[in-house]
Each structure stands twice: as structure tokens, then as C-alpha cells.
């Protein structure tokens, strides 16, 4: 497996603020790769020492091998789909598109049939005279993709690229995505702030908090098996158990995470089912979410745990008495102190 | 006040203020009383002259009696084309177009710093430094260009004691634009012109530059474009509509001013030293009338080729 990108021990510093800081982190090549985190976590500066807009303070940058500092972002055959989509206002679309061709000196001719077919890619063939000023969000995005794709870099950065999209435009271009990433076979990494694109979209993510990589696996490892607090209730909600509480729920005495999904309720004193653990309590909140119904119990003075019931269950109400149960296994021991 | 007491006053907050509660039903009535003293300004004070004027240009002086001929004639404008005449129009708009140019290629460094790397105090600094020019009167300006530029002035003596005088005495020595002292030559009163009028260059080329987000210059490098290029290929295109505004304050300024040529220079007249003796002393309104109409024709042919070229398709 060759590594596309590589970072060993990357800082990157502005002033007082470590906006990346001791990052060590492998790509693989063609590799869907998200980078997830809330914001001012330095997910954007991760892809701008990449693209080369930004150089690091410390530590060693490889790209397929070749060492990255002090290599300007021009020499890099690496290109970035750019949040606001950074298209020139003064070209058209097929200007745009074909912008990186000219600079390489590709002729006329080569060079518009290429933009013509890289616009077919992402379903625009015939928009070339347009002006980006024309276009909608969604349009804009794809050219920005072109654009990027038509130089068939090494590996794509895409900084926040849906981020704008309204939600059925976004979860349309998520699919898109992914399949045309299957399709050029191109390592793409991936920059967002929002847990369910990352997780729908990449083969592996890296969850970023204070400039610092705190877990990176599949979706699935880190839903299921968040090593700290922080990725626990960042990658989808969590209920965030201190290890007394853990303990009483049949769990060890450690920090533990249990998932709403994976919380049955049942009315008044009986568990759903009688061989799990389960503990009672009182309705605090209820929320209801169109198929399912999130509800949060008050456990102990203080403690509260939600659950999720599908909705064909029917009405919960505020005070009622509910029991919760859960299989052993749902209590997930989280071995970071974060 | 009590969670009680919220909602239970009345629907209407206030019921004072009708003249507000008017202009918010009607829009277009606070509009119209907004628009129409400037729109009334303009179109009588400022087109309806400007309109008197072109018609004057139509109208012919008598030979003899040296009175306006009131009926339509085009020989006005063909005295334009007398070689005297036409003269004054061809040096008036060489001297425009080498201010220009000279202004364009002095602010864009400077605005381009301003706009992009210039922040806080540095930048108020910019504000000040350009715009402080303006501040002073436009004569004592002038004035004070004049005896920096004369042959007793600063620049004369600097040339002698650096042992340079060759240099200055070469550079008088050019055909044409030389003359017996900076302050008597065609090149002293470039100085000047642009001097007094760079600010009008800098400040739109400025607030054009101000406006290309960062990500575009970040674009053309990630795809592949060295600093060169992308000024080349985004950043020049993208200022050039704010060149091409002050383009029009530099070019328009030179070609009306009519004291920078008297007080600076030869004896040799500007488009504006002809309108303001033809309309004075001569008593010629019809010519000065012509005279004026030029800088407005150029002006026109030179919009019309800058947005034939795309100067305008970023706005």
C-alpha cells in the first residue's frame, strides 16, 4: 500500500494559538479520507499544509513520498475544491475549468475538449459560456470539482466543499461524490465540521480537537468504539457515563459510552426485556424526530440518560415512569481520560 | 417585570410616530423624497448645461461682427482640426495618457500592498499618507511644485551637490519634453499632474483589489500558477476595473486642468487653458464649447473600448 499523505509530528503555530500541533497521520492512496472536527480544531490548516498554503513550524510533510516543506503549492500536483469554491469571476466555466491546463501550456484545442469532458464528469456539458456569477450554489460546486479534477492531481483536498448546499442538494452531492471518487480512483481527503457526512462519505476519518488528532479508524470503529469523551458526543450523541454509574449499569469503572439507539424503554417498572440490565427513572424531555422519538430520563438527581424510541412505540410524556434497558455489550469502556 | 406580565400588553407597542408607520406602507413615497432634490440637481443643474453646452458647439462665431451665429453649423468643429487647434488636442491628450499610465503603474504597488497586506494602523496610515495630498490646496500644492522644480529650486541644487547635474542638464536637454528648467518643460508639468493626481488612481484600485478574496489567489497557485502568472492571469484582470476608474478621474483631470499648464510649463496650451481663453478673453463660446466636448468624446470611445476588452465582465 503506498501512502499518499504522510505527516510526522506536523506543528503548525499562529502566534499564541498551536492551530496544529504534533499531528502524525497516514493517508493511503485512494484512500476517501475525512477529517472531522469542530471548528478552529486545525482540520482546515491539516489541508492547507497539504496544498502548501501553509508551511509547517515543525515536523515532516511527505506526499507520495517526496518531502513537501518548502515546495510553493504551484510545484504540488495536488489541487483543492475551496469552501467559498473560489471560481474566477472574470472566466467562464470552461476557463475556469481549464485555468491549471493553460498554465501547464496544454494547446487550445486539448485543453477545451478537456474541460469539455471534465464538466461531463459532474453532469454540466454545455454550460462552458456560462459566467460563475450564473450558476447556482450546487452548479458552482461542481465546476470547483472540475476545475480541480481536469489536472487529475495526486490527491484532492476538499475544504468544507457541501458546506453551503442546502440538505437535499448535499446528501445528492455526497453520493456523487463518493461514487465519482470510486470512479478516478484519486485519494481524496476531506475537510468537514459535519459528523454525518464524514462518516456516510469516508473510508477511514481522523477527528480533530484542539489542533491535535485524537482518534482515526473506519466510521463504524470510531461510532462504535469512541476512545474518549470528546469523539463519543462529536460523532453522533452519546450518553456519556461516569464510571460510578457505569458500574451500577453493569459496566466496569471507567468513563463509558452508550448510545441512545441501543437503550430500549418500557413503560413503568418492567424492562423490555427481563435477562438485560436495565434501571428506572422519570421523563425530563421529549423530543419528538419523525421516526423516532428521543427521550431523556432522569436516572439519579443529577444523571440523565436519552434514549431512542421508534415512534411506532407511541407517546412518551413528561413525569412518566419508564424503565431503560440495554444489552452488556452496548456499554462501550472508553479508554482515553478526554 | 414578572414571566406573568409578559404578552398581556398591547398589540400595537407604540402608537406614536405616524410619519414613520406612513413611510413604512408606502416605500416609494420616502424614496421619491429622497431621490428627488439630487435627481433634480442633476438633470437640470448638470445635464441641462452640459446639453446647453453641446448645442453652443453647433452654433458658429459671425467674421466680422465677432457675435454668436445662432443656427446649427459644423464649422466650429472643423476648426478644431486647424493645426493649431488640433495641436493643443493631441499634446493635452499625450500628457493625459502618459499621467495615466504613470499613475496606473505607481498605485498598483502601493494599493496592492494596502488591500492585501496592510492591516490596522499600517492601514489607516495608508489612508492618511494617500489622501493627506488632498487635504492641502490644489495651488499651494502647485506653487510649491514650482519652486521645487525651478532652476534655483531643491532639485537643482540636490542634482549639483550629488554631482549630477549632467544628469538633470541631459534630461532638460530632451527634444520636445526638455526646456531651459524642469519648472519651463513638459516633464516638470507631468510631475506634478501626477502627483496631484495619483491619490485618484490609488484609492479605486485599492477598493478593487480589496475585493479579490484571498481563495483566488490561493486558486491559481493550487492550480499550478507561480506568483507571476496568477498576478497576470487573476489579479491584474481582476483590478482593472478599479485601474480603469482611475483611469478616468487621472485622464479626464489632466485633460480639463487648466492652471498645472499655466503656472507649470511652456507657453504652449492645454485643452483647458483653450476653453477658458476662448470663453473669456476670445469671447468664443461656440470653439470653447467644441474644446470641451473632446475630453467628453474620449472619454466615451475609451469606456466603450475598456469594456469591449472585458474591463468590466468581474463587476
Keep these: 500500500m503506498t501512502i499518499a499523505v504522510r505527516f510526522d509530528k506536523v506543528s503548525r503555530h499562529f502566534g499564541q494559538v498551536r492551530a496544529v500541533d504534533e499531528v502524525t497521520l497516514d493517508v493511503a492512496e485512494g484512500e ?76 487550445r484545442t486539448a485543453r477545451q475538449s478537456r474541460a469539455r469532458e471534465a464538466l461531463a464528469m459532474v453532469k454540466l456539458s454545455g454550460f462552458e459560456g456560462r459566467r460563475p456569477m450564473q450558476l447556482s450554489g450546487g452548479q458552482r460546486q461542481r465546476v470547483a470539482l472540475a476545475r480541480a479534477l481536469v489536472n487529475e492531481p495526486k490527491v484532492l483536498l476538499l475544504d468544507e466543499p457541501l458546506g453551503a448546499l442546502d440538505l437535499k442538494l448535499r446528501e445528492q452531492m455526497q453520493e456523487e461524490l463518493k461514487s465519482l471518487q470510486k470512479e478516478v480512483g484519486i485519494t481524496f481527503v476531506f ?23 485524537v482518534q482515526v479508524g473506519r466510521p463504524n470503529e470510531v461510532y462504535e468504539r469512541p476512545n474518549s469523551r470528546f469523539v463519543a458526543s462529536f460523532v453522533g450523541s452519546s450518553n456519556i457515563l461516569p464510571p460510578e454509574l457505569a458500574l451500577r449499569m453493569g459496566g466496569g469503572r471507567h468513563w463509558t459510552s452508550l448510545r441512545p439507539e441501543k437503550v430500549t424503554l418500557s413503560r413503568g417498572n418492567t424492562p423490555a426485556s427481563p435477562s438485560q440490565p436495565s434501571i428506572a427513572g422519570k421523563i425530563m424531555s421529549v423530543h419528538y424526530q419523525g ?17 431512542n424510541a421508534p415512534s411506532t412505540q407511541g407517546a412518551f410524556r413528561e413525569g412518566e415512569l419508564v424503565t431503560l434497558s440495554w444489552r452488556p455489550e452496548a456499554l462501550h469502556a472508553m479508554e482515553q481520560d478526554l | 417585570m414578572s414571566v406573568a406580565a409578559i404578552g398581556k400588553g398591547s398589540v400595537v407597542a407604540n402608537s406614536g410616530s405616524r410619519i414613520s408607520d406612513l413611510w413604512f406602507r408606502h416605500p416609494w413615497f420616502l424614496l421619491a423624497l ?48 486647424q493645426s493649431a487647434n488640433f495641436d493643443i488636442i493631441v499634446r493635452s491628450i499625450a500628457m493625459a495618457a502618459a499621467v495615466t499610465i504613470a499613475s496606473a503603474v505607481i498605485a498598483f504597488p502601493v494599493s496592492y500592498y494596502a488591500a492585501r497586506y496592510a492591516r490596522g494602523k499600517w492601514k489607516a496610515f495608508f489612508y492618511i499618507a494617500v489622501m493627506m495630498p488632498l487635504w492641502s490646496s490644489y495651488l499651494v500644492k502647485v506653487y510649491a511644485w514650482k519652486l521645487i522644480l525651478a532652476k534655483e529650486g531643491i532639485i537643482t541644487w540636490l542634482a549639483d ?12 536637454a530632451l527634444p520636445v519634453v526638455g ?83 499655466q503656472i507649470i510649463g511652456t507657453s504652449r496650451f492645454f485643452i483647458g487653458q483653450a476653453v477658458y481663453t476662448q470663453q473669456g478673453t476670445a469671447g468664443n463660446i461656440p470653439l470653447a464649447a467644441a474644446f470641451t466636448v473632446v475630453p467628453i468624446v474620449i472619454m466615451g470611445v475609451y469606456l466603450w473600448v475598456a469594456k469591449r476588452l472585458g474591463a468590466f465582465d468581474a463587476l
Excluded at chain 1, 515546495?71 to 467559498?84: A, K, S
Excluded at chain 1, 421516526?291 to 434514549?307: E, L, P, W
Excluded at chain 2, 432634490?37 to 448645442?55: E, R
Excluded at chain 2, 485618484?200 to 506568483?227: C, F, K
Aim: hydrophobic share 45%; glycine share 10%.
Design chain 1, 291 to 307: 421516526s423516532q422519538t428521543r427521550v431523556t430520563v432522569g436516572v439519579d438527581s443529577d444523571m440523565r440518560i436519552s434514549a
Design chain 2, 161 to 172: 551637490t550629488m554631482r549630477l547635474a549632467w544628469l538633470l542638464d541631459g534630461i532638460l
Design chain 2, 179 to 261: 526646456g531651459p528648467s524642469l519648472s519651463i518643460s513638459y516633464i516638470g508639468m507631468f510631475l506634478v499632474f501626477v502627483y496631484v493626481w495619483l491619490p485618484y488612481m490609488i484609492l479605486p484600485t485599492q477598493a478593487a483589489l480589496e475585493r479579490v478574496p484571498n481563495s483566488l489567489v490561493d486558486a491559481a497557485a493550487d492550480l499550478g500558477a507561480n506568483p507571476w502568472l496568477t498576478l497576470r492571469t487573476v489579479i491584474l484582470p481582476l483590478a482593472l476595473p478599479g485601474l480603469v476608474a482611475g483611469s478616468i478621474f487621472t485622464f479626464s483631470l489632466t485633460l480639463g486642468d487648466y492652471i498645472i499648464p
Design chain 1, 32 to 107: 476517501f479520507f475525512a477529517m472531522l472536527g469542530p471548528s478552529g480544531s486545525g482540520k482546515t490548516t491539516c489541508l492547507r499544509l497539504i496544498a502548501g498554503f501553509e508551511q509547517p513550524d515543525a515536523g515532516h510533510i511527505e506526499i507520495f513520498g517526496e518531502t513537501a516543506e518548502g515546495v510553493p503549492p504551484y510545484r504540488r500536483n495536488v489541487n483543492t475544491v475551496f469552501q467559498d469554491y473560489a471560481l474566477f469571476p472574470h472566466m467562464t466555466v470552461g476557463e475556469n475549468v481549464a485555468y491549471g491546463l493553460m498554465i501547464r501550456g496544454v494547446g
Design chain 2, 34 to 81: 429622497l431621490l428627488t432634490p439630487p435627481l433634480l440637481w442633476i438633470g437640470i443643474v448638470y445635464v441641462g448645461s452640459l446639453l446647453t453646452l453641446l448645442l453652443n458647439s453647433f452654433y458658429g462665431l459671425d467674421d466680422f461682427s465677432g457675435l454668436i451665429k445662432y443656427e446649427l453649423t459644423l464649422s466650429t468643429y472643423a476648426q478644431l482640426l
Design chain 1, 191 to 213: 475537510v468537514t465540521h459535519d459528523q454525518g457526512e464524514a462518516l456516510a462519505m469516508s473510508d477511514r476519518l481522523a477527528i480533530f480537537n484542539e489542533g491535535r488528532i
